[in-house]
């Protein structure tokens, strides 16, 4: 069993890109379409116990101003248990909470799935040391992992 977890973390750790060298993101090639990750991507959040507060499709906002976009879609969710501790740390991190994950579709029809790094949040808001966030970047790795099998 230890070998096959090793196996699907070191796998995980091949997929992850720095895209667009964007600081503190954590993007993860999807081998599904946008819809497809984000659907599984929440049902895995739903199963893990956390609250879903909105999932905001990009691509239609932007098809109601007569403008195109491949397919982007972000998830905000998370629970006070996570969050809270966080916030112990340093109360601003409540401007980057609740968590969220961001599916988008690249120009070569790559998809990815994203989330913000929380030990880069951590930092962001002075208090690296705070293990909440090494907590929750195991949490959305563990969800991310999942979601893309």
Not at 5 to 13: D, I, W
Not at 38 to 60: C, P, Q, W
């Amino acid at each position: 069993m230890k070998v096959l977890q090793l196996f699907l973390v070191l796998s995980l750790a091949l997929m992850v890109s720095a895209v667009g060298a964007a600081d503190g993101l954590i993007a993860v090639k999807s081998p599904y379409n946008a819809k497809e990750t984000m659907d599984r991507f929440e049902a895995v959040v739903k199963e893990r116990g956390l609250n879903v507060f909105a999932r905001i499709n990009h691509t239609a906002g932007a098809s109601k101003v007569g403008k195109s976009l491949r397919p982007t879609e972000v998830i905000i969710f998370g629970n006070p248990q996570g969050g809270t501790p966080f916030m112990e740390c340093a109360q601003t991190v409540g401007i980057d909470l609740p968590l969220k994950a961001l599916v988008w579709q690249d120009a070569s029809s790559q998809v990815w799935l994203g989330y913000n790094d929380p030990e880069f949040l951590a930092k962001r808001h002075n208090v690296a040391d705070c293990p909440a966030a090494g907590k929750l970047g195991k949490a959305l790795a563990g969800m991310t992992e999942t979601a893309l099998r």
